[in-house]
């Protein structure tokens, strides 16, 4: 069933993008219906959309590059050249970690600043997605989070949904108010890329039809629990499967997912998981040996950036 997908695949691999008009004048012998019907059935596995009849074959074997550096210099990066930035950055907030047992964040903290936004959005390439992972809307952060969404804005970010984490049932009671949730922030370079499959016109027009949005619509929350204090080998490790559902939204197989602030490297073995590429920035040693021994087996280390 899938060899013409393969011969197609072959044809137009070596070059930056094909036509639907150029398969079928390769194929002249197949039925146009069925050269677009193979395309269409591998769309996210071996082909990507990139405009109204204009694709790319999505290139294998995935790569993860780890790089100890400051996740805040992106300055290593060409213009449009990232498919989807997934981040947890290290928020500074001593007030509302006080209390309770709480500890203070045991690595290096931040507040992002306009610039942080501008890179951002400088080396995503149109159309893709900016996930932040943030705290809990509180009475000490409040403004922070909503100079969040004003520095995107101003760098070209939209705000596309904000979804809750609910972090399964464990409620801790540090506070005033019980918490066991954190906001997941989508932003979208510019208008939303096309991923979404559009069920009328589809049907009206009998092939796949695609309108701006994630790929499937975004759940009202992620019910997913926190990784359990005897499994974390990272004070604010996210759980694996947390980020492979994000990612299962907003990418395709092949595309290149950045992580600038990584932490455990959690981001990028969901990314190996999914067939994504993805590079990994961490400031403190002691992390980057974490994720060194998170891929100890099934990573390849690249010195260049070549295929940025
Ligand atoms: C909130 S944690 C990320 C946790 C990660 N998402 C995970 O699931 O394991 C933030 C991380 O950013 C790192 N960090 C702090 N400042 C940084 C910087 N300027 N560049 C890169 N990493 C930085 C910290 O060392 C910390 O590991």
């Given at each position: 069933m899938n060899c013409l997908a393969d011969s197609i695949f072959s044809c137009f691999k070596n070059q930056p993008e094909f036509t639907l008009k150029s398969a079928y004048e390769q194929y002249s012998d197949k039925p146009k219906e069925t050269v677009r019907a193979r395309i269409y059935d591998n769309l996210g596995v071996k082909f990507e959309r990139v405009a109204k009849g204009l694709y790319r074959t999505i290139q294998g074997e995935e790569t993860c590059v780890v790089i100890e550096g400051?996740?805040?210099?992106?300055?290593?990066f060409k213009d449009k050249s990232i498919d989807c930035i997934l981040t947890d950055h290290p928020w500074l907030d001593l007030k509302s970690n006080k209390g309770g047992d709480r500890a203070f964040a045991e690595y290096e903290c931040f507040e992002y600043t306009l610039k942080d936004f501008e890179e951002k959005s400088r080396i995503l390439k149109d159309g893709c997605f900016l996930v932040e992972i943030l705290p809990a809307e509180n009475e000490n952060n409040y403004k922070y989070l909503y100079k969040i969404k004003e520095y995107a804005e101003k760098a070209?970010?939209?705000?596309?949904a904000k979804v809750t984490w609910?972090?399964?049932d464990f409620v801790s009671n540090t506070g005033r108010k019980a918490k066991n949730s954190q906001d997941v922030m989508f932003f979208s370079k510019g208008k939303a890329r096309n991923?979404?499959?559009?069920v009328k016109k589809t049907q009206k027009l009998g092939y796949d039809c695609y309108m701006s949005g994630t790929l499937k619509m975004l759940p009202t929350m992620f019910d997913i629990p926190p990784v359990s204090k005897k499994d974390?080998?990272?004070?604010?490790e996210l759980p694996l499967t947390l980020c492979e559902e994000i990612l299962r939204y907003i990418t395709y197989q092949g595309e290149i997912v950045l992580d600038?602030?990584?932490?455990?490297?959690v981001v990028g073995e969901a990314a190996l998981n999914l067939k994504r590429n993805c590079i990994l920035i961490e400031i403190a040693k002691e992390n980057i040996k974490k994720i060194q021994k998170r891929f100890s087996e099934n990573i390849n280390f690249r010195e260049d950036l070549a295929f940025l």
């Open positions: 400051d996740g805040r210099d992106l300055s290593m070209g970010l939209f705000y596309y609910k972090k399964g991923m979404r499959l559009d974390k080998i990272h004070q604010s600038s602030f990584a932490g455990s490297g």
